[in-house]
């Protein structure tokens, strides 16, 4: 960690913080990082893979800021800011998200942030520079990845912007995940095992996305999901 890290945790200040990812080896990585309390001064009380644990954890263990993958078991970090808002506008001692994800894809950005989030960084971002991020979402600032935060100024210019994309805005939040899946090339029954679906479900998401895009067979869905940066 550099020295404004340490600084932190030498003026006594600490940070409750819950880890929501479905990737078991990078959530023990994040601990491993920025965990060290007495170092960093953030206190990991927590860990979720899904939606709904994420739900149970943050409930139970209230922590000042969660560290929230935008792609996750279950609907999505974008459901579970949904299902945590009344944690979000608590009028004491409120829950502060912070997005961590590996996609730099405008509509999930802005998806995390219309749903309530604080800010947005990328999963290349420095250890330290996540522990700073932490902080200040902790303070109530908004945080965001250099080239990320045009996406938000964008599509908050006015409070009558358009939809990043209106077609995409068709898809519910579960059909967005299989439209991902089926352009990443899984099969049906993994993408099944992987959203905790039916493959029959599954087939009906699909049928759903195509009708609402007006696509003909997932080669086309692919092509379409790979020109607007969805894969």
């Known amino acids: 960690m550099t020295e404004d890290t340490t600084t932190a945790a030498d003026a006594g200040r600490r940070v409750r913080v819950v880890l929501v990812d479905d990737h078991r080896m990078f959530r023990t990585g994040v601990q491993a990082e920025i965990g060290r309390t007495e170092t960093t001064g953030v206190e990991v009380v927590g860990e979720a893979a899904d939606v709904d644990?994420?739900?149970?954890?943050?409930?139970?263990?209230?922590?000042?800021?969660?560290l929230l993958d935008v792609h996750l078991p279950g609907g999505g970090g974008v459901e579970v800011l949904r299902r945590c808002a009344s944690l979000m506008t608590a009028p004491?001692?409120?829950?502060?998200?912070?997005?961590?994800?590996?996609?730099?894809?405008?509509?999930?950005?802005?998806?995390?942030?219309?749903?309530?989030?604080?800010?947005?960084?990328?999963?290349?971002?420095?250890?330290a520079d996540l522990v700073d991020s932490i902080f200040r979402v902790q303070d109530g600032d908004a945080v965001f990845s250099p080239r990320l935060a045009g996406f938000v100024l964008d599509a908050f210019a006015s409070t009558d912007a358009p939809p990043v994309d209106e077609d995409l805005d068709r898809l519910t939040q579960r059909e967005r995940e299989v439209l991902r899946l089926i352009a990443r090339g899984y099969a049906y029954k993994e993408i099944a095992k992987q959203l905790f679906i039916s493959v029959k479900t599954?087939?009906?998401?699909?049928?759903?996305?195509?009708?609402?895009?007006?696509?003909?067979?997932?080669?086309?869905?692919?092509r379409w999901a790979t020109a607007r940066r969805l894969v």
Not at 97 to 115: K, M, P, Q, T, W
Not at 202 to 222: D, F, G, I, M, Y
């Open 92 to 127: 004491e001692n409120p829950v502060r998200f912070l997005a961590l994800s590996v996609s730099d894809a405008a509509e999930d950005v802005i998806g995390v942030i219309r749903g309530g989030a604080r800010g947005y960084v990328t999963k290349t971002i420095t250890g």
């Open 202 to 222: 599954v087939e009906s998401h699909v049928s759903a996305v195509l009708r609402k895009l007006q696509l003909s067979n997932r080669h086309e869905l692919t």
């Open 53 to 66: 644990q994420a739900v149970t954890v943050i409930t139970a263990t209230r922590p000042e800021v969660v």
